[in-house]
């Protein structure tokens, strides 16, 4: 299967007719628990010697092909599909920390990560130090001694930056680190962090995968490239598995290591797994992901145009427009396209920007993004709205800061409605 292009993939990877009904699309396994052949069997599913179903907390067929067509789609050597993207990122760090461990975070993400990091994360003695990612430097500097991971976005949440993801994972991978790279907002359509040396990559799948609005997964893929013997840095991986009768994973399972014991330790005993339900429906979106992904970025590009033209506009974040800070980065590392991710300052500033998001036609006000709809929202009063002054200018998110995630519609009725909006 991975000798197919990523089109080909994106349809079939992972998915076959169902052996038993003939089924076409992958059907929808909804069920709670699955029955073993006898008692050997079932012990050795629980000793992790067989690979099968037990529970779907742990694994689900359908859930399965979620999993393969996403390691396909990212290159990676296996998946992990769970319950929402933060679920995902929580199963990652809890594979990789132990209590007083640190890792070092981009400033640029998404507000509900920094939010996760700076503050859950702290119960579980986590700690998170912040960089500059467009800086790769900044990263060096905040690496210690008792840093597990570099995490950063491809592509950030709210303000487009592209980051330098191969001089960052040489950064991480010098410290002996491995780089955690979130793609939701770019998706394996415009860019593939493994290639660039990422070792593990995060999706919210309730984004651009699903890509309908209508389904909330995560997915953490796993590269298979990483040692997690050098160094000791990673006992979870390494150090024999007291719930397993000592197994010890990395030597047990080799490159897919980080993967398993994701599932089988994180998912298994935190317990956010996705509904069976919401892998088809994710499934059946990344179906068509090549397609709307194009449509996405070429209709944002049209209207990041049309706003840096308008006269009620003060300045356009989008790494698709050739004076953009990122573009450089933008056309080495996503050259079919920028996203559907823009932001944009009004004149007039916050109350300017309320007014936009009270009266628009056609785009949706509210807080997601990877819609086939247009959607509209002001970050410093919502998706940011936990950080503090210096964080959400940090983040690309401060007070005249309107986001838009342009959707698949004719961007001629996008144009017209912000025209007629901005007044
Ligand atoms: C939405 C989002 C998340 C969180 O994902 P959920 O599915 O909402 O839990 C993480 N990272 C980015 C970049 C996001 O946009």
Known sequence: MSDYNFNTLAVHAGAKPDPTTGARTTPIYQTTSFVF??????ASLFGLEAFGNIYTRITNPTTAVLEERVAALEGGVAALAVASGHAAQMIAFHTLMSPGDHFVAATQLYGGSITQFSHSFKKFDWHVDWA?????????KAIGPKTKAVFIESMANPSGRVMDIAAIAA?????????IVDNTLASPYLIRP??????????SATKFLGGHGNSMGGVIVDAGKFDWSKGGKFPTLTEPTGSYNGLKIFET????SFAIACRVLGLRDLGPAISPFNAFMIITGIETLPLRMQRHCDNALTVATFLKNHPKVSWVSYSGLADDPSHKLQQKYAPKGAGALLTFGVKGGYEAGKKLVNTIELLSHLANLGDTRSLVIHPASTTHRQLTDEQKIAAGAGPDVVRLSIGIED????????DKALG
């Open 37 to 42: 052949d006898d008692a050997d069997h079932a």
């Open 132 to 140: 500059d990612a467009t800086d790769p430097a900044t990263i060096k």
């Open 171 to 179: 950064i991480a991978h010098e410290a002996g680190v491995p780089l």
């Open 194 to 203: 493994i290639e660039h040396g990422a070792d593990i990559v995060i999706h």
């Open 253 to 256: 399972f080799g490159a897919i």
């Open 411 to 418: 961007v001629a009725d996008i144009t017209k409605a912000l």
